[in-house]
């Protein structure tokens, strides 16, 4: 398998702070990717930077053979990367329709001018993009929560809805940020479900920040893993729990 993203001697300072320190690391087309590491380990920091909220110090990081640390945020949908955030984005008055649709807009927008000039074309691409949004409705299956506001539903629930918004982008590579955080068992394993069908079914290259091991040693399969902002190590889920320099990392702050 080829690499869709390569994070290549990718380092981040704040002030004095190296928060993230010469990571490498090449995740394959078609994988479940995780990075986990100890509190403070730098995951958030080099997610942000995948995602392009801020660029790198050094190094650099390369999406689709492209280089996209550059990137402006309002670009990445355009470029084929979807993300979550680990605090919900959902409007929680705006129904689950209401809020796939705005996951659209990216897409959309850059037909604006389209829209202006020629009827024709923006009509069909807005009936696209509905069409596209009841796939989703119907991949997440949350056809009979289709028009109620997203603040009603439970929370496991309004995590499936942002996950959905990620995906109505039409993504290549989901960037998921502890997905899971905050959800009971059941929730968990919901999104464990929908996480390896999205891969799957809808060919989706996925990469996440998670403490839940659970659900990181059962469905990724590679993981690398940060601490003090470095990697030390990367692999399978076998070879990253029998790996003593992370048993050691996580030990040593218990
Ligand atoms: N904007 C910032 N300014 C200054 N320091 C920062 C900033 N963002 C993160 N840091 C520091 O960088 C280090 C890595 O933080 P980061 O949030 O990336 O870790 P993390 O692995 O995501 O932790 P957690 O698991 O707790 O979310 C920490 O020491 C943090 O205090």
Partial sequence: MSALLSIERVSKRFGGLTAVSEVSFAVPEGAIYSVIGPNG?????????????????????????????????????????GRTFQNLAIFSHATVV????VGMHH??????????????????????????VE??????????????????LSYGLQKR???GRA??????????????????AEETEDIARFILDIRDELGVTVVMVEHDMGIVMDISDRIAVLNHG?????????????????IQAYLGRN
């Fill in 41 to 81: 380990a730098g995951k958030t920091t080099l997610f942000n930077m995948i995602s392009a909220l801020f660029p790198p110090s050094e190094g650099a990081i390369v999406f689709d053979g492209q280089a996209v640390h550059r990137a402006r945020t309002h670009q990445l949908a355009r470029l084929g990367i």
């Fill in 98 to 101: 209401q809020n796939l649709l």
């Fill in 107 to 132: 897409a959309l927008k850059a037909n604006l001018l389209s829209a202006a000039l020629f009827w024709g074309p923006a009509r069909r691409e807005e009936l696209a993009a509905r069409r596209r």
């Fill in 135 to 152: 796939e989703i409705i119907d991949f997440l299956e949350i056809e009979h929560l289709r028009d109620l506001p997203v603040g009603l």
């Fill in 161 to 163: 809805v942002e996950l």
């Fill in 167 to 184: 995906l109505a982008v039409g993504p290549k590579l989901l960037l998921l940020d502890e997905m899971v955080s905050g959800m009971n």
């Fill in 230 to 246: 470095s990697l030390i190590a990367e692999g399978t889920p076998a070879e990253i729990a029998a790996d003593p320099a992370v």
